[in-house]
């Protein structure tokens, strides 16, 4: 018998040949999960450090109202996703360090790891640093070079991913500029399977705990909707073992960047000012306030056309404001105001609503000398892997697994004993 957590990443693989796209899936509001039976909630975020204002506001805040508003019965579970983020090269002692700054970001915007599990993807993936089918499976997803013929033409994109978000193209995750092909020399050096084949990974990932309900933005819902074509394909050939999830939308507008206000406020970036992260000091969201792009329009109005940075400064204004304050409400409020006078008033609303957080996520990088950290994530990594052990164990998911260890389907001939390892941060 191959270890558990093989089983679902073979089988989720093999049931990827009969995969079409285009079903239709629910989104549910969040009051939906207030008066309804047991539920399992599970989303991720990438290890990218400290999370700017946008992840704060589009997931992390939207992940504490659910831990806070959903019945105690309702299961939640939230990841650092840490194998997505080795889909390009990293260095292993960054990531380390990225790592736990983003679980102590979790914790301190307000996640309890007495009501969530809260864990790294990793561990439960890859429960020791044994030498395990699991690791050998990755190091061929994330470490195998791609051949030339399978960009050739462009054809990299398999028809069953067409609909998928164009956030997963190579080129994006790569930060190629917009010229750039996959047939430059040096583009290709760096293409590895993991680019291409990760969205597996992420549909195992939701699948192997049972998940019900996954919240997310818009631009990950062809990600869910080709889960639940993995779930309905796999259970209309071998019985009902996977669960297939529905959407939570966050319905927080997009933070845009403070210095390109057209596009979406990322870490990709190259100049950080067009960001605020969420340990910002008031110094550093002052500078980067002050600077931020808006127009040379007399007074304060909300047209995200004509006035795309001074209606991402009113978007983030309405959503910090502790007293609540609409967008129209402080177009009224501002409506009068000179721009540096306006700006003051961001910088102050922004500073007050992450004070909190700030404090609380350097408190939890020192605490009990990092132990207390390490005990969360340890404690989080168990959890989860009980959680998944109920999928795992179901006798449908189990004699599919012998049925297809007796076809040989026992996965790429590639992956032998010996193969080279990669260690992930």
Request: hydrophobic share 35%.
């Amino acid at each position: 018998m191959l270890p558990a957590v093989s089983h679902a990443n073979r089988s989720i693989i093999l049931s990827l040949k009969k995969i079409r796209v285009g079903s239709r899936f629910t989104v549910r509001p969040l009051k939906f999960l207030r008066y309804s039976s047991s539920h399992v909630i599970f989303s991720g975020i990438q290890p990218t450090g400290v999370p700017h204002l946008g992840n704060y506001l589009g997931a992390l805040r939207q992940w504490v109202r659910l831990q806070n508003e959903a019945l105690p019965i309702t299961q939640l579970l939230f990841s650092v996703v840490d194998l997505h983020a080795i889909t390009v090269n990293q260095d292993a002692q960054q990531l380390r360090s990225w790592k736990r700054q983003t679980l102590a970001a979790l914790l301190s915007v307000g996640l309890d790891p007495e009501r969530a599990i809260i864990f790294y993807q990793s561990s439960v993936w890859l429960p020791d640093l044994g030498c395990h089918p699991e690791r050998r499976t990755l190091h061929s997803i994330y470490r195998l070079p791609v051949k030339d013929d399978t960009v050739e033409g462009e054809r990299w994109r398999p028809a069953k991913y067409e609909n998928i978000s164009s956030t997963d193209d190579p080129k994006t995750k790569l930060s190629l500029a917009d010229s750039a092909t996959l047939f430059d020399k040096t583009t290709k050096s760096r293409l590895k399977l993991g680019l291409f084949s990760y969205p597996v990974l992420q549909a195992a990932d939701i699948l192997l705990y049972g998940t019900t309900h996954v919240p997310v933005g818009h631009d990950q819902l062809q990600h869910v909707e080709f889960t639940r074509e993995c779930a309905n394909n796999f259970n209309t050939l071998h019985g009902e073992v996977f669960v297939e999830p529905e959407i939570i939308l966050s319905s927080t507008k997009r933070v845009m960047s403070l210095k390109t206000p057209g596009v979406k406020m990322s870490k990709s970036d190259e100049d950080y000012r067009s960001r605020i992260l969420i340990t910002d000091t008031p110094d550093d969201i002052r500078m980067k306030v002050r600077r931020a792009l808006t127009d040379s329009v007399q007074g304060i109005s909300f047209d995200e056309i004509k006035r795309p940075g001074v209606s991402n400064l009113l978007s983030i204004m309405a959503a910090l404001d502790k007293q609540g304050t609409s967008i129209d409400e402080l177009v009224q409020q501002c409506s009068t105001l000179w721009m540096p006078e306006f700006k003051e008033r961001v910088i102050t609303t922004i500073s007050d609503g992450l004070a909190d957080i700030r404090d609380k996520y350097h408190h939890l990088m020192e605490a009990d000398g990092g132990r207390y950290l390490d005990d969360v994530a340890i404690e989080g990594a168990r959890k989860a892997r009980e959680k998944a052990d109920t999928i795992l164990e179901k006798d449908e998911l189990d004699r599919y697994i012998q049925e297809s260890e007796m076809r040989g389907m026992n996965g790429p001939s590639v992956l032998k004993e010996g193969s080279s390892q990669h260690q992930s941060g």
